[in-house]
């Protein structure tokens, strides 16, 4: 039996290889079109990179090798130009001496494969300088413009696999790439928050991404990227990677039936169609030019990725020889490397889910990698997809470093096998420190899953937090202080999980109203609504993946400088290289490797204390989210980020402690200056506390005043403003007096007739009303400082304020009270 193959890569390789191992009998043969068959793929772009360096590594099969020990008679350069299924022949060009020739066979196999999609974009004729990858020549190709002709700046178009694997090898050679993506997103199976991860990874190591806008036309022979935003990006090379579709000419001559992509159409043992829907016998379709049986709901659709291809292969040469097998359904299993992390998933996300009308329950967690113990430990994103009546799994998605693979594979296993949620608790996984922990992520995404199935409570996710906040939900951060200090969801009120008993009077009266809590990753909110919900609270939400999943939802992807200097806020060009004046420097090194987040910023904090003013300090760290949070942290805390970089997976970020403008305010202010802190809303006291500033400022002093809690109320403008306010933030506003003017006595106040009483008195003595005195005060120098964090818990917004109040935390409290002569509590 003679059995032709159309394609010599992963599918038509498997194909020949297996048919081999099966049967001596029969006479194989491999048609090719290029130069090369069974190669990898998806190491294209790393040798593209040099992180793949020796060409031949890329070939998993020689022409040669697959002769020798297959016995294949493999015929590259060689095209298929047609089909012949009444006489069972096909028509093939040699494209060496471009002569013609019929092959008859008795089976035939197409795996033909996709080709990138190359639209019709104005301008792109003109361009010299547009490449697709595809190929091993596609690779030469682009591998020898980059170096023949001095590439500065790149643009990929397009964010799937390819082109962020692109992006990221392009960026190894030191070129400037921007990564264009007309869709909100890159990585399609990935929900929107997981690829925010990999958005900022991509920033964090120098690549530029835009995203939701499309390419209308190239100018300048390709020199120019025209977007239909209506802006341009300069460029020396452009990659297009903006899909592929399947390379279904040759079916078309042989008249099989194609679904609506184009797609040929197969039976469950990979027989095609004819156009009339009959199953030819002697033709087969594999690979990426085939529809496949979505493992969720049995529907078609088209996963171009290499397991499919090689089972497929593997399964017609079974078929060929007798050998029956069941129908395969395709999950699509997948993962990439991007930079320092890789991202992978299986199974559906929420976007199909809801295009199929599906319901679904949502699990986002954070969980180490490992044992935290052990050095080297950083956190995997995980995101876990499920029918909530069933408990069945329809997919997941983990971002994240070194072990993430390991996560969906169990996942997606468990899926291959109809399990449900509540397998993952009971899976007995490896665990050593320095490879997982006892309870490893996937079994606490099962613990996760299992409590809300049991009622224990409801999650809200990210995408639905802050409406449910302006609907007037109460806001819970669990979180210690310092890590509320870094960053929170506004209108959150911060108490500590470790005093939340003690604070239970803060919460709303009535135990029915909707409490939503939150930590960093989920886990103290879990704790949190155990607490409250034996106290008797029981509309209690969690907000899935904790303030972590929230902040990577809300990253504002573009671009980024790797080296720059950040002080108090301002922004300059490095001076970092200057070998002279690094070695004048101290520099001291801190490696935060595996501490996940605050432990960077807080292990920052706690070394710079020790160090002295103009050190430097080194912070190497592995958590993706240091990045994002080190530049606030230095420009509210007076030190200068001189630099940000990445180096052997680390995340680097170069400190000069107290040369910011934050830390000026503590060198700056001498004996003479005075602060006051004013925590109480009563008039009198109020009116001392301005007396007191008006007098200083008088005498030549420095005056700081930090209105703090009740304080707030004197800063308050006298008309109502209008600005968004959930439920609890409404009553406290209705409830606090609104302004100077309305300020109570803290003594004989008598329902407002001893303040009235007082200002009468005031005015026939020729004393300045307070609003007078404030407005007075501010003109000769007096600093207004609002408290941030009293203004979150009061629900107090910056518009409601006078004008010229300044707003910052305890630390810039603490900051001016440093050296200071003169410090009251009022």
């Known amino acids: 039996m003679r059995i032709v193959i159309v394609g010599g890569v992963a599918g038509g390789a498997s194909t020949a290889a297996r048919l081999r191992r099966l049967s001596e009998k029969d006479e194989i043969v491999l048609i090719e079109r290029d130069q090369y068959i069974s190669y990898a793929n998806c190491g294209l772009p790393y040798y593209i990179g040099d ?141 929107f928050e997981m690829a925010q991860i990999i958005h900022a990874e991509l920033n964090n190591n120098g690549v530029n991404v835009i995203l939701g806008d499309g390419v209308s036309s190239f100018s300048d022979k390709g020199k120019s990227v025209n977007l239909e935003s209506g802006n341009s990006v300069e460029t020396d090379l452009i990659i297009l990677a903006i899909g592929v579709s399947p390379e279904n000419e040759l079916a078309k001559t042989a008249k099989l039936k194609l679904g609506k992509r184009g797609h040929v159409i197969t039976t469950n043992s990979f027989h095609a169609l004819s156009e009339e829907g009959k199953e030819e016998k002697d033709i087969y379709a594999i690979g990426d030019m085939i529809e496949v049986i979505n493992a969720l709901d049995d529907s078609s659709y088209a996963v171009p990725l290499a397991w499919g291809a090689n089972r497929q292969g593997r399964l017609v040469a079974d078929d060929i020889n007798g050998i029956s097998f069941e129908p395969v359904k395709i999950m699509g299993v997948s993962i990439l490397k991007v930079f320092n992390l890789f991202a992978a998933s299986t199974g559906s996300n929420e976007r199909v889910l809801r295009e199929k009308g599906i319901e679904y329950q ?54 291959r096998l109809g399990g449900t949620v509540y397998d993952l608790s009971n899976l007995e996984l490896c665990y050593a420190p320095p490879v997982s922990s006892a309870k490893d992520p996937v079994n606490i995404l099962g613990y996760i899953a299992e409590n809300i199935q049991a009622g224990d409570y409801k999650t809200v996710t990210c995408y639905e937090i802050d409406e449910m906040v302006k609907k007037g939900g109460y806001l819970l951060d669990v979180s210690t202080e310092f890590e509320y ?117 807080m292990a920052t904090y706690k070394k710079l204390e020790e160090m002295n003013r103009g050190e430097i300090l080194n912070v190497s760290a592995t958590d993706g989210g240091f990045l994002m949070d080190i530049e606030n942290w230095v420009k509210t805390n007076g030190h200068t980020l001189k630099n940000i970089t990445t180096e052997n997976g680390k995340y680097i970020a170069t400190i000069e402690k107290g040369t910011g403008k934050g830390a000026e305010i503590a060198f700056n202010i001498s004996q003479e200056n005075a602060t006051i802190v004013l925590f109480s809303g009563n008039l009198d006291k109020a009116l001392a506390s ?83 005195m404030i407005k007075t005060a501010m003109d000769a120098g007096v600093k ?40 009251l509590f009022i």
């Open 51 to 191: 992180v793949i360096t020796d060409k031949k590594k890329l070939q998993v099969q020689t022409v040669e090798g697959m002769k020798r020990r297959f016995n294949v008679d493999v015929r590259v350069k060689n095209e298929v130009l047609s089909v012949d299924k009444d006489s069972k022949k096909v028509s093939v060009r040699d494209l060496v001496n471009s002569s013609t020739y019929e092959l008859s066979y008795d089976k035939l196999i197409l795996s033909c494969g996709a080709k990138p999609i190359k639209p019709r974009i104005p301008g792109i004729e003109d361009a010299e300088n547009v490449f697709t990858l595809r190929n091993i020549p596609d690779t030469y190709a682009i591998k020898e413009y980059v170096e023949s002709n001095n590439i500065k700046k790149a643009s990929v178009i397009g964010g799937g696999f390819i082109g962020v694997e692109m992006a990221e090898n392009l960026a190894h050679l030191g070129i400037k790439v921007t990564l264009i993506e007309k869709m909100p997103q890159v990585l399609a199976p990935l929900d």
């Open 485 to 601: 200090g870094l960053g929170h969801i506004e209108g959150a009120v911060n108490i500590d999980i470790d005093v939340l008993r003690n604070n239970l009077d803060k919460l709303p009266k009535d135990k029915d109203a909707p409490i939503y809590a939150y930590c960093q990753v989920g886990l103290r909110g879990y704790l949190a609504l155990k607490v409250l919900k034996a106290h008797g609270y029981t509309n209690l939400y969690n907000l899935s993946g904790g303030y972590i999943t929230y902040k990577n939802y809300k990253y504002k992807p573009g671009g980024k400088k790797i080296e720059t200097i950040i002080t108090g806020g301002d922004m300059q060009a490095s001076n970092h290289n200057d070998k002279k004046e690094k070695e004048k420097q101290n520099i001291i090194d801190l490696d935060c490797s595996g501490l996940q987040c605050p432990g960077p910023i």
């Open 784 to 823: 207004m400082i609002a408290c941030t964090m009293s203004m979150d818990l009061m629900g107090i917004k910056k518009e409601e304020l006078l004008d010229g109040v300044e707003y910052a935390g305890v630390a810039t409290y603490i900051s001016a009270n440093e050296n200071v002569g003169t410090t």
């Open 362 to 415: 949502v699990v986002n967690a954070h969980r180490g990698n490992h044992a935290g113990y052990y050095p080297g430990s950083s956190n995997i994103a995980l995101k876990l997809i499920y029918d909530k009546k069933t408990g069945r799994i329809y997919g997941a998605q983990a971002v994240g470093r070194e072990g993430t693979d390991k996560r969906i594979d169990v996942i997606a296993t468990v899926m």
């Open 690 to 772: 301005m007396i007191i500033a008006q007098g200083a400022a008088a005498q030549g002093k420095k005056v700081t005043v930090f209105f703090t809690f009740w304080g707030l109320n004197a800063l308050r403008k006298p008309k109502k403003i209008k600005v968004k306010k959930n439920l609890i933030e409404k009553m406290f506003g209705a409830m606090m007096p609104r302004g100077a003017n309305k300020l109570p006595l803290s003594n004989m106040n008598m329902a407002g007739m001893g303040s009235a009483m007082i200002k009468g008195i005031m005015k026939k003595k020729n004393v300045d009303a307070l609003p007078v």
